[in-house]
């Protein structure tokens, strides 16, 4: 593949044929405009889009675009957005259209990917083929930084891999960075003196763009062993600039926060591939894809291919971890994981503080589920003699499919 293929899905607004459609895609982002003009050389034309095929699905259709590679400045993200996901959403001629997927070229994929990846994190964390758990911090805003570094340190113990910053948690003045990042750190220090884990720590560090960088490299210096960048709203070229950092020498945790505005709905907008693509080229350690279980909404075929463009072939760049997160408990272990595989952090926040017995056993009701898991075992049948994932199943229950 030389060019770039954009698969769309859309709705002609009523009268417009869908030919006509698709037409009106490739003239807005390449070469063309409303009407006929002159400066429109014929040198230019190069330049054009192809629509390369359309047919019908469901209440729309769906089309495959090359934009020739030539329009792209290569390692200009932003001005590829531009491009594939430009004013095209606005056009009259279309009722609705969304984005499914962008496959470039090796030639405009210029970025280092990863400096972890899934190997480097099951490294630190000591793993070889078990999923990882994780925890946000709850209540996700109000507590000050003790009470936050009692609340990780609790999840600690209990045997979790990872503990995050909530996505509005960043440096408010009821709980500094500066002040909650040393003490998170100290409680994981004595569970590792304690235990022999590595727990991850994910301290978010999303700012403004000219200073994220020197905020993540000041929380690297008192001690954090991952940062955690909210990639929709702080922007691609945020993370980028994080990855590319000499000075940001831990994971990255990406998370996806108002990424619902554009992917939730199934016929306008933009599908989770492109940003999983886009995290995976920048250099993001992990990102949230959503469960095929939880609260959130999602389409599991959906959630699938977007882990599989995270961990799949991509150009030797190393794999990104996938994050199941919104709405897990211990009950639903089994059923992210027969979906989703082994490669893959289940992410409980609620799900593990709101434990009849408190953070510390939810925490080992989670790991409980992933032991019966490796185990071979039925959730029911581990409960049976262990008591915090017994606890847990009586409160929640079992998800099947």
């Known amino acids: 593949m030389t060019d770039v293929i954009a698969t769309y899905f859309f709705v002609p607004e009523k009268g417009t044929a869908p030919e006509e459609a698709a037409r009106w895609i490739v003239e807005e982002e390449t070469t063309g405009t409303w009407t006929g003009i002159s400066t ?27 934009y020739p590679a030539e329009i792209f400045e290569p390692g200009n993200v932003p001005q590829y957005l531009s491009v594939v996901a430009g004013n095209l959403f606005g056009l009259k001629r279309l009722a609705s259209v ?11 994929i210029p970025f280092h990917g990863p400096r972890f990846g899934i190997r480097g994190v099951r490294k ?24 936050t570094a009692a609340v990780a340190t609790r999840a600690a113990m209990g045997g979790v891999d990872l503990i995050k910053d909530d996505e509005t948690l960043t440096d408010q003045a009821f709980c500094p960075l500066r002040e909650r990042l040393p003490r998170v750190m100290r409680g994981l220090e ?13 301290v978010n560090i999303t700012t403004r763009a000219d200073r994220i960088v020197d905020l993540a490299r000041e929380a690297v210096d008192l001690g954090a062993n991952m940062v955690m960048i909210d990639v929709i709203t702080a922007g691609f070229t945020a993370l980028q600039a994080l990855s590319e950092s000499p000075r940001i020498t831990v994971p990255i945790h990406v998370h996806r926060t108002m990424h619902a505005a554009m992917t939730r709905s199934p016929v306008h907008g933009i599908a ?18 959503g469960t095929v279980s939880g609260k959130m909404s999602h389409d599991r075929e959906e959630v699938v291919g977007d882990n599989r463009v995270l961990t799949g072939p991509c150009g030797g760049l190393k794999r990104v971890f996938p994050v199941s997160s919104g709405g897990l408990q211990p009950g639903n272990v089994h059923r992210e994981l027969e979906v989703l595989g082994n490669d893959l952090i289940l992410q409980a926040g ?21 032991d019966a898991w490796m185990e071979g075992l039925t959730l029911e049948e581990y409960a049976k003699d262990h008591a915090e994932l017994a606890r847990a199943l009586a409160k929640w229950g079992v998800v099947h499919g």
């Open 40 to 66: 429109r050389m014929e040198y230019v034309r190069r330049l054009d889009g192809e629509v390369l095929d359309l047919a019908p699905q469901g209440t729309g259709f769906v089309t495959r675009i090359r």
């Open 98 to 108: 969304r984005l499914l997927d962008a496959e470039f070229p090796e030639s405009l």
């Open 124 to 147: 630190i964390i000591g793993t070889r083929d078990r999923p990882h758990v994780g925890t946000i911090i709850k209540p996700k805003v109000g507590l000050n930084p003790e009470d």
């Open 190 to 202: 004595g569970v590792k003196e304690e235990t022999g884990r590595t727990v991850l720590y994910a």
């Open 272 to 289: 989770m591939r492109p940003f999983a693509r886009l995290v995976r080229w920048l250099g993001g350690d992990q990102l949230h894809t």
């Open 350 to 370: 609620g799900g593990i503080h709101g434990h009849p017995d408190g953070t510390e056993a939810g925490a080992r009701a989670m790991r409980q589920a992933v």
